[in-house]
């Protein structure tokens, strides 16, 4: 999933909202529906990227935007400022007790979203352009190869329209980058050489074997309204593109990183900057959702790292791993469970991972009685960022072209065994592939809500997958499977040990190997450094859904249902925590 950009929260007496139709005291009020529906297809309308990933326009107009790209000017993000600032300035105009508490959820997530979109601005020069987890070049590729629709003929040509723009927005980016770093923000010299040697492995090989070009001619293969013929003159056309506009272009950006690159120093977190500490509490609001410090959130982080490490040790003991450390004995059990043989062993993993997701499907029919209709499948990361990226989840198309997608990357030469399961769990169901593909089909959301025009922080959604990773051991799915219930612990521990290296990393002034040092893999340390706060956002999230699920229960007794609860987080889709408190609340008083 694309994450949001760095940027401030709201105070949280904008959550203090009755945010749920239950025991709602006031009607809906048709002028605010209007306004937010017409602002939100408005705010779609200035982003062609983010409207062709839900389609949200009506046809003739979502196809002139298909043939376009967001822009990546400062003139463009001056734009979105001024229209947010303009919208809170219409928003305030509703007196919030006219409104139904449905419509009060929605304006309190409108408010949360749009002020961090000025509050951002600030803190803009903290945002690599070009790193390595959803930097521009990434993104790029992964939405044009991935998510840009190619069901007929008009797709292609709407593929082919946005491919030719590719060298404009990368020549936008580089400008950006820049400029920032003529006000000293330069990426950490090991974050820049993981950069460069993405743009080596893109550039890598002739044009027709390039991933805009290659990309194109497998999905187009089975189109019915194209031709043998047809598909190789398109073929033709995005190659011819990638090689006289795209390659240049990114071959421009890999220029400016090389003449960095002496620039720049070992310095990995936002405490070595100045204002980096009120960019990292910005960061740590933004995605918590809270008012959480970063000394609050180091402490949570010990304390659940201790708790987690002594039930695993029970559970290695009882594998006959005594000797070293947790963390050492969960290694020694990952690297005894690795493939055997000399073949590839990535099918098999797949595979896999298959089995694990059906498994789920089943499963969850006991603690859900709300799934999605979409389904979910598992596909391999791409080669481009499969060394760097981690594993996540795309949601599914409206129209049903596209499935919810885990996508987990598989680099080797080892491989996370033990985890796999609970990565399902987490990724797919009944984590994110419930999370988001539920919103979205949800007929009671306002379509601004169920396509996450204005969404609630990543607390929520990465809170949720979390806790999903939980019902599964609380249920039993592990039964049977101590490995893979240390998977699960071992994945708890790993989002509490990341509340203690991200705030090591942007507060303490950690460096880059006292992370590694940690216990945490290269990989993740580096995307700690060009996200800072988000990893937060996990543990912080979970916790707080359990302490929501924990307070219903005690006040509901034996009127308390699992099933519900979870049908009320999952419809009311992506708040804030402190609004997602504020509907649990109103739920549990219209059960009692």
């Not at 590729?141 to 593929?159: A, C, G, M, W």
């Not at 945490?520 to 302490?547: F, H, T």
Request: aromatic content about 10%; glycine content about 6%; charged content about 25%.
């Amino acid at each position: 999933m694309n994450l949001p950009r760095l940027f401030t929260v709201i105070v949280a007496s904008a959550f203090a909202l009755l945010p749920f139709t239950f025991a709602s005291a006031a009607a809906a009020n048709p002028a605010f529906d209007h306004w937010a529906e017409s602002f939100a297809a408005d705010w779609v309308r200035a982003n062609p990227t983010f409207s062709t990933f839900q389609q949200y326009l009506p046809a003739a107009e979502q196809d002139a935007l298909d043939r376009q790209l967001t822009p990546n000017t400062k003139e463009y993000r001056a734009s979105r400022v001024a229209a947010a600032q303009a919208a809170l300035a219409e928003l305030a105009k509703f007196d919030r007790a006219t409104l139904s508490a449905d419509q009060r959820t929605s304006a309190a997530t409108i408010e949360w979203s749009l002020r961090g979109t000025v509050e951002a601005d600030q803190f803009s020069d903290f945002n690599f352009v070009f790193h390595q987890m959803g930097g521009l070049h990434v993104n790029l590729v992964n939405f044009l190869t991935q998510s840009h629709p190619i069901r007929n003929k008009r797709d292609i040509e709407n593929y082919l329209a946005r491919l030719a723009l590719v060298a404009a927005r990368i020549d936008e980016g580089v400008v950006q980058a820049e400029e920032s770093a003529a006000r000293g923000h330069l990426m950490p010299d090991f974050i820049t050489r993981s950069v460069l040697g993405q743009f080596e492995r893109f550039l890598a090989g002739p044009p027709r074997e390039n991933r805009f070009v290659a990309s194109l001619d497998e999905r187009a293969t089975d189109l019915k309204d194209v031709s043998a013929d047809e598909r190789a003159q398109f073929v033709a056309a995005a190659e011819k593109i990638t090689r006289a506009e795209i390659i240049p272009a990114f071959r421009r950006a890999q220029a400016m990183l090389q003449r960095q690159l002496p620039l720049t120093n070992d310095r990995a977190g936002l405490a070595w900057k100045k204002g980096g500490d009120q960019a990292y509490a910005a960061a740590l609001k933004r995605f918590t959702t809270t008012e959480m410090t970063a000394d609050e959130i180091h402490a949570l982080g010990l304390r659940e790292i201790a708790r987690i490490e002594a039930e695993m040790d029970k559970l290695l003991r009882q594998l006959g791993y005594t000797i070293g450390s947790v963390g050492a004995r969960y290694t020694q059990l990952n690297d005894d469970l690795q493939p055997k043989g000399s073949d590839d062993p990535r099918p098999a993993l797949i595979a896999k991972y298959e089995a694990y997701l059906a498994d789920a499907v089943e499963r969850s029919k006991a603690v859900f009685d709300l799934t999605p209709k979409a389904p979910c499948v598992v596909k391999r990361e791409p080669p481009f960022t499969e060394k760097t990226a981690a594993a996540h989840y795309t949601g599914p198309a409206k129209d049903g072209s596209r499935p919810g997608i885990f996508w987990a990357p598989l680099p080797g030469p080892k491989f996370n065994i033990v985890g796999m399961r609970t990565l399902v769990h987490h990724e797919g169901i009944p984590g994110h592939h419930f999370q988001i593909a539920l919103q979205r089909e949800t007929e009671s959301l306002p379509r601004y809500r169920a396509d996450g025009v204005f969404g609630g922080g990543s607390a929520y959604a990465e809170g949720w997958a979390l806790y999903a990773e939980q019902v599964a051991t609380e249920n039993n799915w592990f039964e049977g499977d101590i490995p893979g219930h240390l998977g699960q612990l071992n994945g708890e521990l790993f989002r509490a040990k990341r509340l203690v290296v991200d705030t090591g990393l942007h507060a303490k002034k950690w460096t880059r190997q006292q992370a590694i040092d940690y216990g945490m893999p290269v990989n993740e340390v580096e995307r700690y450094v060009v996200m800072p706060g988000q990893a937060c956002s996990y543990k912080v999230g979970m916790i707080k859904i359990l302490d929501l699920r924990a307070k219903a229960q005690r006040a509901l007794g034996d009127k308390f249902s699992l099933k519900q609860f979870h049908n009320v987080v999952l419809q009311t889709g992506n708040v804030p925590l402190a609004v997602l408190e504020q509907v649990i609340d109103e739920w549990v008083a219209a059960k009692r």
